[in-house]
């Protein structure tokens, strides 16, 4: 195999099939194409002489794509150099993509067909929780909400459906390269789709009580001059217009709506709150910074 050859095999189709990946997602919500990526990688790190690299560089176009917008955070509200903020992306990135690496494992154990998917389960609750959380992208939420594996959500939570979008790819993967116990796999395969959309249809809840009118504000201050503090005054107005015009019972505003530390906001701005909720019988939900705990 020559250079062009193993630039392409173990770094340039897996990173694509990463970044392709991220369509299953909402707002575009193709929710096959996280089984088209999966079953793709599987085949590659399946192949004889495959390593880490592959499921690395799955991870990098993965999530290179689909978090991009870190950059954004940092470079242009964050107001860290380009430079600086272009690095810590690409770190954060590049150390996300090693919770992928389960997947290197499948050519060892592709006959414990739930090896792989609990391994990379754990993984993905681990990348949830490690240095405070990364939980963007769990697969998750790929089946959000026309898949029937959506129905185990209610149950299992987001980390469960995870578990069976693996499954499911190692399963059909398998259907297609075992030359027996087919049947064995499309019943199995049935069964789990056929079950989530059985639970799909199940209401959880009900409701309880009267309904409650709830107001949703958000006062769209750009980020750039949000904690401008020649912007307080304005900012403050604008919220306290907003809340004035609504009647509903509960009232919602942003975390972090107030661009200034909660015991300085001024009590001309929350006397007038407190009146107008006192008329209309109504709570609200507001953010604010704190100095400490």
């Known amino acids: ?17 990463g970044a392709s990946s991220i369509l299953a997602f909402a707002p575009f919500n193709f929710y096959p194409l996280i089984f088209i990526s999966i079953i793709s990688l599987l085949y590659i790190t399946n192949k004889k002489g495959s390593s880490n ?19 954004i955070c940092l470079q242009q509200f964050g107001g ?32 414990s067909i739930f090896f792989i998917p609990a391994l990379f389960t754990i993984f993905e609750l681990l990348r949830s929780f490690i240095f405070t959380g990364f939980p963007w992208l769990s697969l998750g939420y790929t089946q959000v ?8 959500l209610p149950i299992l ?10 499954l499911s790819s190692i399963l059909i993967f ?63 107005k604008n919220y306290q217009e907003l809340v004035l015009k609504s009647n509903a019972s509960l009232i919602i505003l942003p975390e972090t709506s107030m661009p200034i530390v909660f015991g300085k906001i001024p009590e001309s701005f929350t006397n007038n709150i407190k009146e107008h909720l006192n008329r209309i019988n109504g709570h609200i939900i507001l953010g604010a910074i704190e100095t400490g705990f």
């Open 1 to 17: 195999m020559n250079v062009v050859n193993i630039i392409y095999h173990k770094f340039f189709l897996p990173f694509l099939l």
């Open 53 to 71: 690299i592959e499921s690395f560089s799955f991870g990098n176009g993965f999530f290179i794509v689909g978090i991009y917008w870190i950059y």
């Open 80 to 111: 860290m150099p380009t430079s600086f903020a272009l690095i810590s992306t690409l770190a954060l990135c590049l150390f996300l993509s090693f919770f992928f690496l389960p997947f290197t494992l499948f050519s060892r154990y592709k006959e």
């Open 145 to 152: 909400p026309n898949s029937p594996l959506i129905g185990y």
């Open 157 to 166: 939570g987001v980390h469960g459906v995870s578990f069976f979008v693996v």
């Open 174 to 236: 398998n259907l297609f390269k075992k030359k027996s116990n087919k049947y064995y796999l499309i019943i199995f395969l049935v069964i789990i789709w056929g079950v989530g959309e059985y639970l799909k249809k199940i209401e959880w809840s009900e409701p309880i009580g009267k309904p409650v009118s709830v107001s949703l504000i958000q006062g769209n201050i750009p980020q750039d001059k949000k904690w401008d503090r020649n912007m307080i005054d304005e900012s403050l």
